[in-house]
């Protein structure tokens, strides 16, 4: 019987892991605004074309507040409030984030995001954590985006990992079944202390 490997790396996934939206009012005044059901202007922000575009480096921040701004008809001015108070209750979670840092030297730490371009920045000055991955996967940088295999193969690359000595914590169902398929360990990120308990037990595997 073949022995489990043990895992050398994990990755983490940014929005709604690490980084959450802690209060959604701001986001439901606008939906009231424009009479939308709650959520559908997430939809529009993140699922629209140019945001696809943007996750893929072929468009900027800008452009996807631009598009935006043009399906809700609004002025220059109200498009700029509205990406303010979209983003303004966006969080990291800091407790989760220490125990993500004191996974080294045990582990090492890698991150695998779908991501516009100012990300980056984000991720290394108001944030402050870039620090504590190596390597950082955006797909604005790299051109590819999850669920595509090409992304975890290129993040496992990176790690100097193979796929059974890697786990994959995201909160989309869709990108921890592609982590599996190519014989990655995941977990689904429902909660942080349930994660945390899941990253602990796969670390104590093998």
């Known amino acids: 019987m073949a022995s489990i490997q043990p895992v050398t790396t994990v990755f983490w996934d940014l929005g709604g892991v690490l980084l959450r939206t802690q209060d959604q009012k701001l986001r439901r005044a606008w939906e009231a605004r424009f009479g939308l059901e709650p959520g559908a202007l997430a939809e529009i922000v993140f699922d629209g074309?140019?945001?696809?575009?943007a996750m893929q480096g072929?468009?900027?921040d800008d452009d996807v507040w631009a598009s935006v701004g043009q399906q809700l008809g609004l002025a220059p001015?109200?498009?700029?409030?509205?990406r303010a108070d979209f983003f303004a209750y966006d969080?990291?979670?800091?407790e989760l984030m220490a125990f993500v840092r004191a996974l080294r030297p045990r582990a090492?730490?890698?991150l695998i995001s779908n991501a516009?371009?100012?990300?980056r920045r984000l991720l290394e000055t108001t944030w402050g954590i870039a620090d504590a991955f190596d390597p950082l996967i955006l797909s604005a940088e790299v051109g590819l985006v999850k669920p595509q295999a090409a992304i975890f193969h290129l993040a496992l690359e990176r790690a100097r990992a193979e796929p059974a000595q890697a786990a994959f914590v995201d909160d989309f169902?869709?990108?921890v079944d592609a982590a599996l398929a190519l014989g990655m360990k995941a977990v689904l990120f429902r909660t942080p202390s349930q994660a945390?308990?899941?990253?602990?037990?796969l670390l104590e595997e093998g």
């Open 91 to 94: 969080v990291i979670d800091e």
């Open 77 to 82: 001015a109200d498009r700029e409030r509205l």
């Open 173 to 175: 169902p869709e990108n």
């Open 116 to 119: 516009w371009t100012e990300v």
């Open 49 to 53: 074309p140019t945001s696809v575009a």
């Open 108 to 110: 090492r730490v890698g």
């Open 58 to 60: 072929r468009a900027s």
């Open 196 to 201: 945390r308990e899941d990253v602990r037990r």
